[in-house]
């Protein structure tokens, strides 16, 4: 089992920044891939971001490429999204989730372990 602990959500206004984390436990060496996912009301879940093992391969949605930045720090367990240039639209519910398999790929069911989300709202 891995348990995931999003941080760093809260209230900013549009084109200012943001920096979630999320902190892994429990069987953190299965944390293969980590994505960053969000969803907002009325609306279906969006991969967002997604980071390889070693972090020499990434994906980003066309939505927010140029403007965030997903890393992760194995050391610590944690993978980061630094969120730049923040519009109304990114307003969401931010997840954290973990693959214990090799190779990026945005399909949910293809995620074993969740984190319970962070709440992300931009201000016009």
């Known amino acids: 089992q891995v348990q995931l602990v999003e941080s760093g959500g809260g209230l900013v206004q549009a084109g200012g920044s943001l920096r979630l984390s999320c902190a892994a436990s429990?069987?953190?060496?299965?944390?293969?891939?980590k994505a960053w996912c969000r969803q907002a009301p009325g609306k279906e879940r969006e991969f967002v971001a997604a980071?390889?093992?070693?972090?020499?391969?990434?994906y980003y949605a066309d939505s927010v490429k140029g403007r965030f930045t997903i890393s992760r720090d194995n050391a610590k367990n944690t993978v980061y999204l630094q969120m730049n240039s923040l519009k109304p639209e990114d307003t969401a519910v931010y997840y954290c989730?973990?693959?214990?398999?090799?190779?990026?790929?945005?399909?949910?069911?293809?995620?074993?372990?969740w984190g319970q989300g962070t709440q992300v709202t931009v201000s016009s």
């Open positions: 429990g069987r953190t060496f299965s944390a293969l891939v």
């Open positions: 980071i390889n093992w070693s972090g020499g391969s990434t």
């Open positions: 989730a973990v693959r214990a398999r090799l190779g990026i790929v945005v399909v949910s069911n293809e995620y074993d372990y």
